[in-house]
């Protein structure tokens, strides 16, 4: 085996091991990273949209249509930004981000 063969086998064994540490390593990361950012921007425009529909919609007991309106447009966010999530979860993070802004309101005003 002559120096030229064997720096082809160096170059080889280092891009074989390379591949593997992306592969096993760096992409399953990447992709736990991109999930999180995408449950950050989802939470974000919920949020966004409960505020908006509490402003739009007046009077008590429209809690029924202020959750359609929010689900509504949240499915069509979720559509365009390809992001799958089931209508239960939806729910119960829409419901979650009503409680944390109710209690943000409650706070305020008891102070």
């Not at 720096?7 to 390593?25: D, E």
């Not at 736990?32 to 409960?50: Q, R």
């Not at 529909?53 to 949240?74: D, F, H, M, P, Y």
């Amino acid at each position: 085996m002559n120096n030229a063969d064997l720096t082809a086998l160096i170059i080889k064994l280092i891009f074989v091991v390379l591949s593997t540490w992306i592969t096993v390593y760096l992409a399953p990361y990447l992709k736990t990273l991109s999930e999180k950012n995408n449950d950050e921007k989802l939470k974000k425009f919920i949020k966004e949209l409960v505020k908006a529909a509490e402003q739009t919609i007046k009077g008590s007991g429209q809690g029924a249509a202020k959750l359609e309106l929010v689900t509504e447009q949240a499915n069509a966010w979720l559509k365009k930004n390809n992001i799958s999530i089931s209508d239960e979860d939806l729910r119960a993070l829409i419901e979650s981000l009503v409680y944390d802004l109710n209690q943000m309101k409650e706070a305020v005003v008891n102070d």
